[in-house]
């Protein structure tokens, strides 16, 4: 059974850091294009970034503040956040594709205050 468990937000003033955990089960998230979405209240779901064979990608609007790495041991893929902005406020949530089939994460609250 595939599990997500994200972990590691919270609120913070802006400028400051959180960094976010995925821990994944049932899969091995070295081998899993795996990504970090986010909504806002009243907003769809958007991509943050991905990892996918060790490379990462971002979106335009965290390139350069937010890092996707993976710890293999733990089996947990995280999202560095630096200079955090009001507008970076939302949940944020990892997935993972395994044969065919994406699973989500619970989520977890970033808020970000000005």
């Known amino acids: 059974q595939v599990q997500l468990v994200e972990s590691g937000g919270g609120l913070v003033q802006a400028g400051g850091s959180l960094r976010l955990s995925c821990a994944a089960s049932?899969?091995?998230?070295?081998?899993?294009?795996m990504a970090w979405y986010r909504q806002a209240p009243g907003k769809q779901r958007e991509l943050v970034g991905r990892?996918?064979?060790?490379?990462?990608s971002y979106a335009d609007s965290v390139k350069g503040r937010f890092t996707i790495s993976r710890d293999n041991a733990k089996n947990t893929v995280y999202l560095q956040m630096n200079s955090l902005k009001p507008e970076d406020t939302g949940v944020y949530y990892c997935?993972?594709?395994?044969?065919?089939?994406?699973?989500w994460g619970q989520g977890t609250q970033v808020t970000v205050s000005s």
């Open positions: 049932g899969i091995i998230a070295s081998l899993q294009p």
């Open positions: 990892i996918i064979s060790g490379i990462t």
């Open positions: 997935n993972a594709l395994n044969n065919g089939r994406l699973y």
